[in-house]
């Protein structure tokens, strides 16, 4: 069983498992491993849309707190980021021709967002109801779903 741990190369690993679903079917539209190969590329398609998953070591101290104690814990209460992923239109999504390129993308996004997220973890009390944190998360949330529906049509799983 692969690992869901990488220190970086995420957008080669999406790719790589998107490709092995790929292959896996085309010979088997319902091939159990295939499917879960296309949940392997979609796990790290969507680890890069954490600010936190595009950062070097040494920027990890806030890690946990946006991840688990803000995006898991408002998931469905609070901000409620699950509607966010339920209103988002069904028919649009990005088309996928190469997962890691896409990846990359998806990386350079959320990376782009990190120091402002930090910093308002780091500096107001109140940095869960900042109006620009909860719309970067919605935005990266979004993001994330829009690519992994293109890689649902990239391996032909659809």
Same mark, same amino acid.
């Given at each position: 069983?692969?690992?869901? /741990? ?63 104690? /803000? ?22 999504? /990005? ?64």
């Amino acid at each position: 069983m692969p690992t869901h /741990y990488s220190w970086g190369g995420a957008g080669s690993k999406a790719k790589d498992y998107a490709n092995q679903a790929k292959v896996l079917l085309s010979e088997d539209p319902e091939d159990p491993e295939g499917y879960e190969k296309l949940s392997w590329a979609m796990h790290f398609m969507s680890d890069v849309a954490n600010p936190w998953h595009t950062q070097q070591l040494w920027a990890q101290g806030n890690h946990v707190t946006y991840e688990q104690d /803000y995006v898991l814990d408002e998931m469905v209460d609070g901000h409620n980021f699950k509607q966010v992923l339920v209103d988002s239109p069904s028919y649009w999504w /990005y088309r996928v021709t190469d997962p890691e390129a896409s990846a990359s993308n998806l990386a350079a996004l959320s990376s782009g967002y990190f120091y402002y997220v930090d910093d308002k973890i780091n500096h107001d009390s109140d940095w869960k109801n900042d109006s620009t944190v909860v719309e970067y998360t919605k935005d990266v949330l979004e993001e994330a779903l829009h690519y992994n529906m293109g890689l649902v049509k990239y391996v032909g799983a659809y």
